[in-house]
């Protein structure tokens, strides 16, 4: 893989960190940015009791959610700003209390306008928790204006 050029990993990282500071979501649910690339991002979030549904398990919209902000932070990469114009998520086993979910998000397919991203949730032990693909719209503007 093309290991992505200064500038545009630095703009990259920068939209990251402006974006998740804003991001009051994100931070509430306990949710940490490991890493960002363009096109990429990893984010991570512990399970807590209170994200328990009814059957003891992590309620469904918390695993789309963290899918969801890693969704985010990847169609927002490249410092334009982007949103969700669609997303679908399978899951494919429970997630418990305690868990440490992993959602790591790629770019399938972009052009100037929409994007294709695959975002795979995997626990500490690296099941695979649920699948998401989101397709985003970009919109008019900037995350952040990019110092040099």
């Known amino acids: 893989m093309k290991r992505p050029e200064p500038d545009a990993q630095h703009s990259a990282a920068r939209s990251a960190q402006a974006l998740y500071a804003r991001d009051r979501a994100s931070q509430a649910l306990g949710m940490r940015l490991l890493e960002v690339r363009p096109g990429r991002a990893r984010v991570v979030m512990t399970v807590r009791p209170d994200m328990l549904n009814g059957h003891d398990v992590c309620h469904g919209g918390i695993v789309f959610a963290v899918a969801d902000s890693a969704f985010a932070f990847a169609c927002n ?6 949103v969700a114009a669609a997303a679908a998520i399978d899951f494919l086993a429970a997630a418990r209390a305690g868990d440490e979910l ?4 790629s770019e399938l397919w972009r052009t ?13 032990r690296g099941e695979r928790v649920a699948l998401f693909r989101g397709r985003s719209y970009r919109i008019d503007g900037q995350v952040t204006k990019i110092e040099e």
Do not use: F, K, L
């Open 112 to 124: 100037r306008r929409n994007g294709i991203y695959e975002i795979e949730v995997t626990n500490q």
């Open 102 to 105: 992993t959602a790591a998000a």
């Open 77 to 82: 990469s490249y410092n334009e700003s982007t």
